[in-house]
């Protein structure tokens, strides 16, 4: 499969790094898991203090600090190890693209990375695309006519997922959900978290 992720929140622990950096800088704490520019701006930050603090964790030796989600040091190379093509496909450019690409392989990942640019849509450089993991739903939203599978990587939501958008909550769930879609069944449901709603049971069928 042509399978394509988002960067930040799906490979990296952004908003971890970003609520770091945030209470050092500006004396405020504000969740991780809410550190989005929906959630932040401008109840706790202007537009230009949230841009400012995007940059800096984003880019030079801070940005190559942010951790990773737990699981896609394991997954990924499995992944890659089982004949999906993987690729990075993010809102970063410039410098920003170029430190997440290095960040990368400071953990032996060796992924394309492509940057469409702050605010523009992913699916010209989705196209051809089978599989997308994102963290943002209004970004998948956009790709309903582009790619036949899209996954909402939402560790801390737990709501259902709108339709046409499967959400799973860590690299595990991902992986037994690429095994589904795929057709592999490598990883049985009953070893791992559940799978996302409605996936189960075709697993189950086809075991």
């Known amino acids: 499969m042509n399978i394509a992720t988002d960067f930040d929140g799906v490979i990296a622990d952004t908003g971890t790094l970003k609520s770091e950096t945030a209470k050092k800088l500006f004396g405020i704490s ?19 203090q949230y841009r400012t603090l995007t940059s800096m964790v984003s880019s030079g030796s801070l940005g190559l600090t942010v951790k990773f989600m737990e699981g896609a040091l394991i997954y ?8 999906h093509r993987l690729s990075v496909v993010t809102s970063r450019d410039g410098e920003w693209l170029l430190n997440a690409r290095l960040c990368a392989e ?4 060796f992924i394309p990375f492509y940057g469409t640019g702050y605010q523009k849509s992913k699916a010209p450089a989705l196209k051809g695309c089978d599989l997308f993991v994102d963290d943002n739903l209004e ?13 909402l990587y939402s560790p801390n939501e737990h709501r259902p997922s709108p339709p046409g958008i499967v959400r799973v909550r860590n690299w595990r769930q991902l992986y037994i959900y690429i095994n589904v879609v795929s057709g592999a069944n490598v990883i049985r449901p009953d070893k791992g978290p559940d799978l996302p709603n409605g996936d189960r049971r075709k697993s189950a069928a086809s075991a």
């Open 139 to 151: 970004k998948l939203t956009d790709l309903k006519d582009t790619v036949p599978h899209r996954v």
């Open 106 to 109: 400071r953990h032996n990942l």
């Open 30 to 48: 504000i969740p991780p898991r809410h550190f989005k520019s929906e959630y932040v701006v401008p109840e706790y930050l202007s537009e230009e």
């Open 76 to 83: 990924i190379p499995i992944l890659q190890m089982e004949g």
